[in-house]
């Protein structure tokens, strides 16, 4: 069973940094892409970050490019997106993403989430 | 960047009844080498996570009930619910990925029972 369970979410200054965490189970990094989609406050759904299966590419939304850094660890099937210089407008509920297709190129749509970690950047 | 807008904002329909919900797009999102429309439909109970209920704007995901049924190509996109249950109260989300990574969700639909 696939299981994707994020944390590092919290309450952030502006300008500050934070790292989220999301530990995958079920299946291998390595075989597919991963993405981060956040949902702000009372909005709709926005991706923000991907990488490819093999972790050659990486990939963000206009948003957040130049701030956050997605990556991951192989070795123990975990997802991270560095979260640099946060903004106001970052505060979101995060859902770390599996694709649903195992293939080498970029995300395409999305067959399972974890239930979201919270980040709230707030002075 | 395809802009997807959802029609309408929100929708009431009353059980067992069909639901019908549009996702048009900025733009065509058929790509004719492959003959396939690069769209999906997602919904979004409150206190969940999203759940893949349609790709490629046809095919149903694994376990997704029969009465949710996905049509449309081009820029215009219909999810259907053939008769509505009570479990389908959510927001439903159209998303692109024709121009992967360049990813875009719809606005998304309030469906609620009348």
């Known amino acids: 069973e696939v299981q994707l369970l994020e944390s590092g979410g919290g309450l952030v200054q502006p300008g500050g940094s934070l790292r989220l965490s999301c530990a995958a189970s079920g299946f291998s990094l390595s075989r597919f892409a991963m993405s981060w989609v956040r949902q702000a406050p009372g909005k709709g759904l926005e991706w923000v970050s991907g990488i490819s299966s093999s972790g050659s590419n990486s990939y963000y939304a206009d948003s957040v490019r130049g701030r956050f850094t997605i990556s991951r660890d192989t070795s123990n099937n975990i997802l991270f997106l560095q979260m640099n210089s946060p903004r106001v407008e970052d505060t979101a509920r995060y859902y770390c993403?599996?694709?649903?297709?195992?293939?080498?190129?970029?995300?395409?749509?999305?067959?399972?989430w974890g239930q979201g970690t919270l980040v709230t950047v707030s002075s | 960047d395809i802009v997807l807008t959802q029609y309408p904002d929100s929708l009431a329909v009353s059980l067992g009844e069909r639901a019908t919900l549009t996702c048009k797009s900025s733009?065509?999102?058929?790509?004719?080498?492959?003959?396939?429309?690069?769209l999906a439909w997602y919904q979004h109970k409150a206190g969940q996570p999203p759940r893949l209920l349609i790709y490629w704007a046809t095919i149903r995901d694994s376990g997704v009930p029969d009465r949710f049924s996905g049509s449309g190509s081009g820029t215009d996109f219909t999810l259907t619910i053939s008769s509505l249950q009570a479990e389908d109260v959510a927001v439903y989300y159209c998303?692109?990925?024709?121009?992967?990574?360049?990813?875009?969700f719809g606005q998304g639909t309030r469906l609620e029972i009348k």
């Open positions: 733009q065509s999102i058929f790509y004719n080498v492959n003959n396939k429309d690069y």
């Open positions: 993403v599996k694709d649903r297709r195992e293939s080498p190129g970029p995300p395409y749509y999305f067959d399972n």
């Open positions: 998303q692109h990925y024709y121009e992967s990574p360049r990813i875009t």
